[in-house]
């Protein structure tokens, strides 16, 4: 299961399970966001996606910038 994580930072698209481990944060909260109006979800059926590219852009929108 090692050199899987490891491909599931290279990944385009993350699940719930690999948003939770990108984010170092529990399965739970993970699906708190994926839930949020904001948040960047690709939703195919019940299946609930995050493109990454779309991830980086809601963590630097909600990132504090203080200069």
């Known amino acids: 299961r090692k050199g899987e994580t490891m491909m ?5 698209i993350l699940n719930a ?3 939770a481990e990108f ?3 529990s399965k739970t909260v993970a699906y708190r966001l994926l839930h949020q109006d904001d948040f960047p979800v ?9 493109p990454r590219d ?5 963590i630097a929108s909600h990132s504090n910038h203080s200069t």
């Open 8 to 12: 599931n930072h290279d990944k385009e």
């Open 23 to 25: 984010l170092g944060i």
């Open 54 to 58: 779309g991830l980086k852009e809601w």
């Open 42 to 50: 690709l939703r195919l059926g019940k299946r609930l996606l995050v």
């Open 17 to 19: 399970n690999e948003l």
